[in-house]
Nanobody, 115 residues
Framework: QVQLVESGGELVQAGGSLRLSCAAS????????MGWYRQAPGKQRELVAT???????NYASDVKARFTISRDNAKNTVYLQMDSLKPEDTAVYYC?????????WGQGTQVTVSS
C-alpha cells in the first residue's frame, strides 16, 4: 500500500509562482514513475508532468516552458515548480505514483490562479 500527500496549492495571481510537493510513503519500489495530473471543473483529468526514478521527465506541451518537475528519491517526494501561472492553470492537482502494474493517487491540492 502506498499513500500520497500533496501540499502547496494556493490562490495566486496570474504571473505568479507556486511549488507543489507530494510525499509518498508505504511500500514504494525502487523503480517507479511519479507525476502530476490536474483536473479543472467540467474537464477530464490530464497529465501535467511525470518523472522516473532516474530523472527522465515528460511534460504536457502547454506547461513545458513554465513548469519544472523534480524529485528527491531519498525523501520519496516529487515537486512541481510552477512559474508564470495563468488562469487556465486553475485546477485540482493530483500526485500519482506508478510502480509495476499499480497506480496510486493522492487526494489533490487546489491551485487557483486569478486574473
Amino acid at each position: 500500500q502506498v499513500q500520497l500527500v500533496e501540499s502547496g496549492g494556493e490562490l495566486v495571481q496570474a504571473g505568479g509562482s507556486l511549488r507543489l510537493s507530494c510525499a509518498a510513503s508505504g511500500n514504494i519500489f525502487r523503480l517507479n514513475n511519479m507525476g502530476w495530473y490536474r483536473q479543472a471543473p467540467g474537464k477530464q483529468r490530464e497529465l501535467v508532468a511525470t518523472i522516473t526514478s532516474f530523472g527522465t521527465t515528460n511534460y504536457a506541451s502547454d506547461v513545458k516552458a513554465r513548469f519544472t518537475i523534480s524529485r528527491d528519491n531519498a525523501k520519496n517526494t516529487v515537486y512541481l515548480q510552477m512559474d508564470s501561472l495563468k488562469p487556465e492553470d486553475t485546477a485540482v492537482y493530483y500526485c500519482r505514483l506508478s510502480q509495476q502494474t499499480s497506480n496510486y493517487w493522492g487526494q489533490g491540492t487546489q491551485v487557483t490562479v486569478s486574473s
